[in-house]
């Protein structure tokens, strides 16, 4: 055989002496199931990591593991000088997911972004009330009055026009219910007669497509190749859903998964001894806390809720509760926020300053009341009974007689929102990075409502003008000041017992590369490779 036909055999077979790269699967032991696959009516981290994370995108996004806003479907803005409105340059070239169901003709344009807010705002449009008519955040962001117009310029360009100026306005589209929706999707599934599929059988711009759903089983994704930011380092990603904690960890722990949420913080040290694990850990944006519900007698009275604060010894609850992977809280914003405010001094652990304090109030042999402990696992509070258990022990302390109720965490916030409760356990983890969030959110007078997260009703008009004051401007630095006063409104009011922020704590295996927890609470996979 001549040396020619031999060099010409070798290099046909060099294709089958070359291994192919195995596909990376990475599977993340979630704590649930999503509500459904629609971010604009979804209420829970679940959800949102189920669905807005790996199958859509936002005009404007957070960073991956920070706060800081970047460019998304939208490469570039502008806002006017009276801060009222919002030109959107649009990203070219951005492909929409194919699936079974959806073939697309046309790249995202303007009519996705307009289609997308106007499902949840116009209450005559026709995919207002699909799968469901309560946009949540959209109307809790304050968007209906917020907003006077969002018009199409050209395929491109979308500009939003407010009735008001709103600080926050950029991050608010950050959020996952401000996902893109695909309009062209919409109306072939309404066109068939099957409208709900489009929150169903989700179709996205994202870096992941949902391929296949068994409901409190699993979800299995594989990466999108026409990504608009490139194909993701992973090829498949499965949530695998497991809502024990200890199930969670052994699964863990045999390479079953390689992500898992939420330890339990009694298990942190048997993982860091582990050398197979790791935490992945970032300050979280978040507080835990008890509220008072100031409608009902005797939570009107500050010395009531000051005495409640002083007998609470929060130290202990971080240890026991916490694993000590938090920090205490005394004020509303979590110190990893702009305009935090660290020289406010918390009320000290002094049960018989407490004491004094309820003689005062007409009550020098305490009272009975109801304590509502959390039904489920969160960063701001990983153990709702255990600490209900240790605050039911230091108020008997100082008179106080609290029975601890709970229910199913449904109608847990169903209650609460109602304002039925005397003092409950409640958190917040931040949705935008702004103190707004915070501030405005949980506690201004308008929310002062059931169904708001201010259900305690406690309102006071010089926090409000504050908070209002500060939404209205675009200068940082006065922003944080307004909102340093206003956290000492709050401090001198303590309509809650801030108890602690707690630390952002995933636990992995060390094969995971490039994991990055986010302040949010969100579990993110764009960007995370998998050694083999």
């Known amino acids: 055989m001549c040396l020619r036909a031999i060099a010409l055999l070798l290099l046909a077979a060099l294709p089958l002496a070359v291994p192919r790269a195995a596909a990376k699967t990475l599977v993340y032991c979630s704590e649930g199931s999503p509500e459904n696959f629609y971010p604009g009516i979804n209420a829970t981290l679940t959800s949102f990591d189920a669905s807005s994370r790996p199958l859509y995108n936002r005009l404007v996004e957070f960073e991956r593991g920070g706060t800081r806003l970047v460019p998304g479907l939208a490469a570039s803005w502008e806002v006017s000088a009276d801060g009222r409105a919002y030109t959107f340059h649009l990203r070219r070239g951005v492909k929409w997911q194919t699936t079974r169901d959806f073939a697309p003709t046309r790249d995202f344009d303007a009519d996705d972004v307009v289609f997308s807010f106007a499902r949840q705002w116009r209450k005559d449009d026709p995919w207002y009330r699909v799968t469901s008519d309560d946009h949540g955040y959209f109307d809790a962001m304050g968007f209906p009055a917020l907003l006077k117009s969002i018009d199409k310029l050209d395929d491109h360009t979308v500009r939003f026009v407010l009735n008001a100026p709103e600080?926050?306005?950029?991050?608010?589209?950050?959020?996952?219910?401000?996902?893109?929706?695909?309009?062209?999707?919409?109306?072939?599934?309404?066109?068939?007669?099957?409208?709900?599929?489009?929150?169903?059988?989700?179709?996205?711009?994202?870096?992941?497509?949902?391929?296949?759903?068994?409901?409190?089983?699993?979800?299995?994704?594989?990466?999108?190749?026409?990504?608009?930011?490139?194909?993701?380092?992973?090829?498949?990603?499965?949530?695998?859903?497991?809502?024990?904690?200890?199930?969670?960890?052994?699964?863990?722990?045999?390479?079953?998964?390689?992500?898992?949420?939420?330890?339990?913080?009694?298990?942190?040290?048997?993982?860091?001894?582990?050398?197979?694990?790791?935490?992945a850990t970032a300050p979280g944006l978040n507080i835990g806390y008890i509220a008072f519900n100031t409608r009902k007698t005797p939570f009107g009275d500050v010395r009531v809720r000051r005495a409640v604060a002083m007998a609470v010894d929060k130290r202990a609850i971080i240890a026991a509760v916490y694993g000590g992977m938090a920090t205490p809280a005394a004020t509303p914003i979590p110190p990893g926020l702009w305009s935090h405010d660290d020289a406010i001094a918390d009320y000290p652990y002094d049960p018989a300053a407490a004491r004094k304090l309820l003689a005062e109030a007409g009550y020098p042999r305490g009272f009975a009341t109801t304590l509502w402990a959390l039904p489920l696992q969160r960063p701001y509070n990983p153990n709702g009974r255990r600490m209900a258990t240790l605050v039911q022990a230091e108020l008997a302390a100082i008179g106080?007689?609290?029975?601890?109720?709970?229910?199913?965490?449904?109608?847990?916030?169903?209650?609460?929102?109602?304002?039925?409760?005397?003092?409950?356990?409640?958190?917040?983890?931040?949705?935008?990075?702004?103190?707004?969030?915070?501030?405005?959110?949980?506690?201004?007078?308008?929310?002062?409502?059931?169904?708001?997260?201010?259900?305690?009703?406690?309102?006071?008009?010089?926090?409000?003008?504050?908070?209002?004051?500060?939404?209205?401007?675009?200068?940082?630095?006065?922003?944080?000041?307004?909102?340093?006063?206003?956290?000492?409104?709050?401090?001198?009011?303590?309509?809650?017992?801030?108890?602690?922020?707690?630390?952002?704590?995933?636990?992995?295996?060390?094969?995971v590369q490039d994991y990055k927890p986010s302040p949010f609470g969100h579990h993110d996979f764009y960007g995370v490779d998998l050694r083999q």
Not at 228 to 257: H, M, Y
Not at 433 to 443: A, E, K, M, Q
């Open 167 to 279: 600080a926050p306005f950029l991050a608010d589209l950050a959020m996952d219910f401000a996902s893109i929706i695909s309009e062209e999707y919409a109306d072939r599934m309404m066109a068939a007669g099957t409208p709900e599929r489009l929150d169903q059988a989700p179709v996205g711009t994202g870096p992941f497509q949902l391929e296949r759903y068994r409901k409190d089983t699993l979800i299995r994704y594989r990466a999108n190749p026409d990504y608009w930011q490139g194909k993701a380092k992973l090829d498949s990603l499965v949530f695998a859903i497991t809502p024990d904690a200890a199930v969670r960890l052994a699964k863990l722990k045999a390479n079953e998964c390689q992500v898992m949420a939420d330890p339990d913080p009694a298990d942190i040290p048997a993982i860091t001894a582990d050398p197979a694990l790791a935490l």
């Open 400 to 511: 106080v007689r609290a029975e601890i109720v709970s229910y199913e965490w449904g109608e847990y916030r169903r209650r609460l929102n109602r304002g039925e409760y005397d003092m409950a356990e409640i958190g917040w983890i931040g949705d935008n990075g702004d103190p707004d969030n915070f501030l405005y959110t949980l506690l201004a007078c308008p929310h002062g409502t059931a169904g708001s997260g201010n259900s305690g009703g406690w309102c006071d008009p010089r926090f409000q003008s504050l908070v209002l004051a500060a939404k209205r401007s675009a200068d940082q630095a006065q922003r944080a000041r307004l909102y340093r006063q206003a956290q000492a409104i709050f401090h001198d009011a303590e309509p809650w017992v801030p108890i602690a922020y707690g630390a952002q704590v995933d636990a992995i295996r060390r094969s």
